[in-house]
């Protein structure tokens, strides 16, 4: 506002540092826009930290809604690696998945079929250079536990209560070199249109919800990629 006031067009660089040092996502997303509209470039999946490259294995049963404390294989899981026995029998194996969502979202529904009280689980790879502390915090409108190195940091078993950015938070340290993130995601049995949703996003930041350095993801390849590289361009960046 007081760069506006001044009359002027806004210094690119002052922009920048402006949305370096946001961590509000309403000021996130409007300081990118005013950057892309000075000619510079901004991305807020990289600036939060999303993870968009993820293993998903499910759906596993959990009828009555009662699969939020049941362990299932993959809670323990150090690779993305074994087959399980799923929902109505179903032989399970990971998949590979990567959004290309502006927001990290993944669509549940979309990639493993729409399912009622059902389990999934989302396993992520993510390299740190130094022994790092960190938060991983998921965005979800059902029940979620989070899994760090086979510890579990965080679990809220509660459905379609709305998906307010960040609410899921577990607190945790990278070690130095590879560590597996687990995210364990539930749905239950409620047929109302607005209880449908089957989705989660997965960033992993410092505590004041910042990007960490040093830290990248391995996509399904093992390729080292920065956590936010999406899969494809958001259609507005195409433009």
Known sequence: ERLERDGKAAPRADL?????????KDQVELLAKKVKESGGTASTAAHFGFVTAVQLVGPFDGPESKGFGV???????????????????????????????RDGR?????????????????????????????????????SVKIFLNQKEL??????????????????????KGENV?????CQNNQSETWAQKWEFQVRVCDATGGP????????????????????????????
Request: aromatic fraction near 6%; glycine fraction near 8%.
């Open 16 to 24: 920048e540092k402006l949305f370096a040092a946001t961590r509000d």
């Open 71 to 101: 362990a299932y294989p993959p809670e323990t899981a150090t690779a993305a690696t074994g087959a399980f026995a799923g929902k109505d029998d179903a032989k399970l194996k990971w998949v590979p998945a990567a959004t290309a969502d």
């Open 106 to 142: 993944f669509d549940l529904n979309k990639l493993l079929g729409k399912h009622k009280n059902a389990v999934a689980y989302a396993l992520a790879t993510v390299v740190a250079e130094q022994e790092t502390p960190c938060e991983v915090r998921v965005t979800s409108p059902t």
């Open 154 to 175: 965080f679990g809220r078993d509660e459905y379609h209560h709305g998906s307010a950015f960040d609410a899921n938070v577990g607190r945790g340290t990278l070690r």
């Open 181 to 185: 993130i687990v995210v364990k995601v």
């Open 212 to 239: 960490l350095a040093g830290v990248t993801q391995l996509a399904a390849d093992g390729k080292a990629l920065p956590l936010g590289t999406l899969a494809e361009p958001p259609a507005e960046d195409k433009k």
